[in-house]
């Protein structure tokens, strides 16, 4: 259909459109996967309810649902939470998980009480280094199993459980000596055989700053650390090609580290790769059509469905993923961060609120995203992009987000022409 040219189409630099484009596709393609994905997500919470089914995977099924925003009356999700409430985890991974979920659901069934059991239970299985193990009373450790002890610990404590400083502090002072010289992680020490790469990596970068986090709170963390982070995503900056590459070793359980990391850190880009867009895209292009997802990289895929729903694993770290809801700061009621491209037809009145004061954040490099949101089929991103608008901009040029794009191209034309005079 003929479309009359604009001023903007005459006088704006190619890139200008060419961003546009690029970053519209990919919101509308995010939109569409987690559309796809939650009849998919609901059945492996479903499957995973099963009390002969691994507690942990129950509960990591049960944090994607939290942050995709399954309605709590749902029968599915209250049916898992009413058996994570009763399950009985005694590794690591479940035991963090669980308390993960607890942080994220304030209204969880006895939470107090199970986060003062899961914590104190979870540190049962420290080493004596002060990194963790699979089991109680572990003769040896690792990066992966510490990583999530450590988020575990962090939850417990946001919901208000008491963590001595000690746990931290000898926490940091170990993954300090596991870091290589070159800035990366690999699973055990440097004498365990095996090298750095990207998902241990990323792991030992967000240990340290949820040390730091937490040592700040109760104290003055060391500055040492900030120094061996710094390294850490530098090395990250020279391996940058991990980031959005299906090939990589355990890729879905690394892009979930990366975002945890990145958030932790408020890292945008690693090196000069926006590191959520090129996962955004590779989730994206290897969704099945039942909107679940596989990985021949995971070693642990856990439960399997038919029809295109996939496996729960990968089908939970993409969807984690790509919602972004981490929080950087936990126990505390903060705006989180939400990105155009998380919003889409049925978005929440406070994600909307969230994003626009995200983008008023940033100003003027926002802009060209602004406009190709003010274009949206979807009128919650209209109205995120409208309230950015007056923000940055600090008048409206008569949009009216209730209107289909059709409807405003004058204004979105002024607004266009503001932005040409004044960037």
């Known amino acids: 259909m003929f479309r009359p040219l604009r001023f903007l189409d005459l006088v704006a630099p190619a890139w200008l459109a060419t961003a546009c484009f690029a970053q519209d596709t990919l919101r509308e393609r995010i939109n569409h996967a987690l559309t796809e994905a939650r009849p998919a997500l609901l059945a492996h919470l479903q499957a995973a309810t099963d009390p002969s089914n691994r507690p942990g995977e129950l509960a990591l099924i049960l944090l994607a649902a939290v942050h995709d925003g399954v309605d709590p009356a749902e029968p599915r999700f209250a049916k898992a939470v009413a058996r994570m409430a009763k399950a009985n985890p005694n590794e690591t991974y479940d035991l963090a998980l669980r308390l993960m979920v607890m942080e994220a659901m304030p209204a969880f069934p006895n939470r107090l009480e199970l986060a003062k059991e899961d914590a104190k239970e979870l540190l049962r299985h420290r080493h004596k280094s002060g990194c963790f193990g699979y089991d109680d009373n572990p003769g040896g450790y690792d990066l992966s199993n510490t990583q999530y002890a450590a988020l575990g610990l962090r939850a417990a ?27 990366g992680f690999n699973y055990g020490r440097g004498d365990s055989g095996f090298n750095a790469y990207p998902s241990m990596t990323v792991a030992g970068i967000a240990v340290l700053a949820i040390c730091r986090q937490e040592l700040e ?14 390294r850490g995503w530098g090395w990250m900056a020279r391996n940058v090609t991990a980031i959005g590459s299906p090939k990589e070793r355990w890729s879905f359980y690394f892009h ?37 997802w596989m990985s021949t990289q995971d070693g642990h895929p856990g439960g399997h469905l ?11 770290f993409a969807v984690l993923f790509l919602r972004r809801k981490f929080q950087k700061v936990t126990g505390v009621v903060t705006p989180h961060v939400v990105r155009l491209v998380n919003l889409g037809p049925n978005s929440r009145p406070s994600d909307v609120d969230a994003c626009a004061a995200e983008l008023v954040r940033r100003g003027k490099p926002a802009l060209v995203e602004v406009f190709q949101a003010l274009r949206s089929e979807h009128e919650p991103v209209r109205r995120a992009a409208a309230v950015a608008l007056v923000g ?32």
């Open 306 to 316: 038919g029809n295109g729903r996939g496996d729960l694993v990968p089908t939970a």
């Open 157 to 183: 404590r946001a919901i208000g459980v008491k963590v001595e400083r000690i746990v931290w502090s000898k926490l940091v002072e170990e993954l300090m000596e596991q870091q290589d010289s070159y800035g």
């Open 217 to 230: 709170i109760d104290g003055k963390a060391p500055k040492s650390i900030d120094g061996r982070i710094d």
């Open 256 to 292: 979930y580290g990366l975002e945890r990391a990145a958030i932790l850190c408020d890292i945008e880009k690693v090196g000069t790769t926006d590191w959520y867009e090129a996962g955004a895209r590779m989730l994206v292009d290897m969704q099945d059509d039942g909107g679940g």
């Open 392 to 423: 940055i901009a600090g008048e409206r040029f008569g949009y009216d987000p209730a209107k289909a794009a059709a409807d405003n191209r004058d204004a979105i034309t002024r607004a266009e022409l503001w932005y040409l005079k004044n960037r």
